[in-house]
Structure formats: C-alpha cells, structure tokens
C-alpha cells in the first residue's frame, strides 16, 4: 500500500511571496489533515478535511493560509504572503474514517528568507 | 489546541539501557494515547498507543505505562539500539480523532 505522499520536499522562498504544498493521501482514506511542525516542537494541526469538506480549520491563520481538497482526493495548502515565522515543516496525514490512526507523510520542509 | 506537556526534551542512554519519556494532560476527554516516532527528513510514525481504561501495553521493547488518576503516562524502550535513536512524541486524540502532540524528546542511543 502507498503512503501518504507529499510535495515539494523542500521550498525557499522570500518573505510576501506566495507558495503551495500538494498532497495524496492513502487511496481510500476520507479524512486528511495539514500540521505544521516548527523546529523542535511537535506537529500542530492546522486543517482537517473529511472527504472534500472542512471539518476543523480553527487554527489555520486564514489570513494567509487557505487550503482545499477537490473531489474528497488531492489536497493543496497554500501560504500566501508568506512570513519568516511560516518557516516549518508542513505535514500532511490521512486516515480512514472511524479509525483513530494517522499516516503521516514525509512532509514539505519551508524555508522562509 | 488541547495540550500534550512532555519531557525531557532530549535523553542520551548507552546501548542496552531503558529511556524513559513522561507525559502529562489535563482534558479528561481525550480518548487515545499514541506515541509517535519521527526519524530527520521522515513524518511521524505511529509506535503504539493505548486507550485511557488500560494501564500498561507492551509491544516488543516498547511499553506504555498510564495513569489515569494522575493524568500521566510515559514510554519506556527497553535495551535501546541505536536504531531508536529517534525524536518520540506523545500524543493525545480529541474531537473525531483529531491529535494534540507533545513538544517531543529526542533520544540518542550510544553504541
């Protein structure tokens, strides 16, 4: 079975301009989240999705953040403009629904300069 | 978010020896436990977890203790490899399994 799969790996951008993380979950799983993980901290859940609709986005700063998931599948996240303090790996997970557990995918590493 | 406090933030142990990792909540209403194990470059790996009604669960090396009482819980690996030498998060589920993680501890195993 694929994993989550998650891209680009690794983005550098400067400050104000715009960027967009992709990600795939496990095929069949209806529920993705978004999490971000500053350096030496723990991931922090930004947007929860079941299916294609938004099931959490209490912590998403949606001045600059948005995110979307198309046809219950794909999703993108994207920062726009971007601060240095969005500097963070961006983690995307899946699940099935009614089950607890959440597969992780490698995570997009944003440098913000 | 519901928090998850952890420690320590990072433990050195030699090969062979037992790293402990501790972590503490306050809502009641959380309804699973997990930790997680991420190794650089990698997400986070589901390691074992336990529901709030069991207070022990052992899987290979790894075992969870849990007290309810106390609102605590903690991880130990027994005879560490270097292998484990990884970052280890505790964690908590809430509201339609949603996760509240600990900060982490990093954990270097020493041949």
């Known amino acids: 079975e694929a994993g989550v799969a998650q891209s680009p790996r690794y983005k550098i951008i400067e400050k104000r301009q715009s960027v967009a993380f992709w990600c795939n979950p496990i095929s069949g799983h209806a529920t993705l989240y978004w999490y971000q993980q500053i350096l030496g901290q723990g991931p922090k859940l930004l947007i929860q999705?079941?299916?294609?609709?938004?099931?959490?986005d209490s912590q998403l700063p949606k001045d600059r953040f948005s995110a979307e998931r198309l046809k219950g599948v794909d999703s993108t996240l994207k920062i726009q403009p971007a601060k240095l303090e969005d500097s963070a790996v961006y983690l995307c997970?899946?699940?099935?629904?009614?089950?607890?557990?959440?597969?992780f995918g490698p995570g997009t590493r944003l440098l913000v300069l | 978010q519901q928090q998850v406090k952890q420690s320590p933030q990072s433990l050195i142990v030699q090969k062979g020896g037992i790293s402990i990792i501790n972590c503490a909540y306050e809502?009641?209403?959380?309804?699973?436990f997990p930790w997680y194990q991420q190794f650089p470059g990698k997400g986070p790996a589901l390691l074992i977890a336990?529901?709030?009604?069991?207070s022990e669960k052992k899987e290979g090396r790894f075992t969870i203790s849990f007290n309810k009482s106390a609102k605590q819980f903690s991880l130990h690996i027994m005879d560490s490899q270097p292998g484990d030498s990884a970052t280890y998060f505790c964690a908590a589920t809430y509201n339609d399994y949603k996760l509240s993680f600990g900060a982490g501890t990093t954990v270097t195993v020493r041949a």
């Open positions: 997970a899946s699940s099935s629904t009614a089950i607890w557990t959440q597969y």
């Open positions: 999705f079941q299916n294609n609709g938004v099931v959490d």
């Open positions: 336990i529901r709030p009604d069991v």
């Open positions: 809502n009641t209403a959380f309804d699973y």
